[in-house]
């Protein structure tokens, strides 16, 4: 299977180690969920993914790309959503989004159509035409969302994509992830809302204290936990999740 993403060796310190010798993979066409505590390092750990913090020491490969020697050419198959929406108030949502794909060079007749496209998937096609600086935090995550999807990237990095989301706006969003990753596309996300990550994610990382604790299916995750016959055990993910993070640093060794 094609890896999507490869991170050997990942450092990185602030005013203390954020992220220490973090390891992880991403296949493509899974939707990878990378959970932890506050403070784990999860957003650290996308945002030099992501290109957007230099990483101390380490390596990053997307696609195949080295992200650190060719950021140019990783950044243009790959997209960030942060948790708090980074748009422009003065713009409408079409005029965001045909400025986004200018960026990237899409072309302005198939960037107007795949405006439309998401404009009409997440609900906002009849404020389209509408200053974004009236808009709530939920529409405004849509907005940035679409932002992030008008360039087709091969990569998804959604950080807390259902902040601020109601309901039915958070089934829309869930429903365009997975019809995304259906489709052949990757996606990682970090989430607050295990039950999320334990229904859609087709493999799940546990970071705490900038280490990766464990990685693999709910079931192989179980089973770390359970010992023999833990596979079973019906465990939910939030009984897996506390107990790998309740003694950070004690279960390292990552699972398939």
């Known amino acids: 299977m094609t890896e999507a993403l490869i991170v050997r060796g990942l450092d990185k310190t602030f005013s ?9 993979t991403v296949r493509a066409g899974e939707l990878y969920a990378l959970l932890g505590p506050n403070g784990a390092g999860k957003t650290t750990t996308l945002r030099m993914v992501a290109g957007l913090t230099k990483p101390d020491r380490g390596e990053i490969s997307i696609f195949g790309i080295d992200a650190r020697a060719e950021p140019a050419a990783a950044k ?20 965001y989004l045909e400025f986004v794909a200018g960026l990237w060079n899409v072309e302005p007749r198939a960037a107007k159509a795949r405006a439309d496209e998401l404009l009409a998937k997440l609900g ?8 974004c600086e009236g808009f709530s935090r939920g529409m405004k995550q ?8 008008i360039h087709d990237p091969r990569l998804l990095i959604l950080d807390e994509p259902l902040t ?3 309901a039915a706006a958070a089934r829309l969003v869930k429903d365009m992830l997975q019809e995304r990753v259906d489709a052949g596309g990757t996606v990682i996300l970090t989430t607050h809302i295990l039950e999320v990550a334990e229904r859609m994610a087709d493999r799940i990382g546990i970071i705490a204290g900038g280490r990766l604790l464990a990685e693999g299916t709910l079931d192989a995750l179980r089973a770390q936990v359970g010992g023999e016959g833990g596979e ?25």
């Open 76 to 95: 243009a198959i790959t997209a960030w959503a942060p948790d708090e929406a980074m748009i422009y108030d003065k713009l409408t949502p079409l005029e």
């Open 124 to 131: 906002l096609a009849s404020e389209a035409r509408r200053r």
């Open 16 to 24: 203390k180690p954020a992220v220490t010798d973090l390891n992880l």
């Open 232 to 256: 079973a055990d019906g465990s939910t993910l939030e009984d897996v999740f506390l107990q790998l993070t309740a003694e950070p640093g004690g279960l390292v060794e990552a699972v398939a």
């Open 164 to 166: 601020g989301l109601d």
């Open 142 to 149: 849509k907005v940035a969302l679409a932002g992030a999807l």
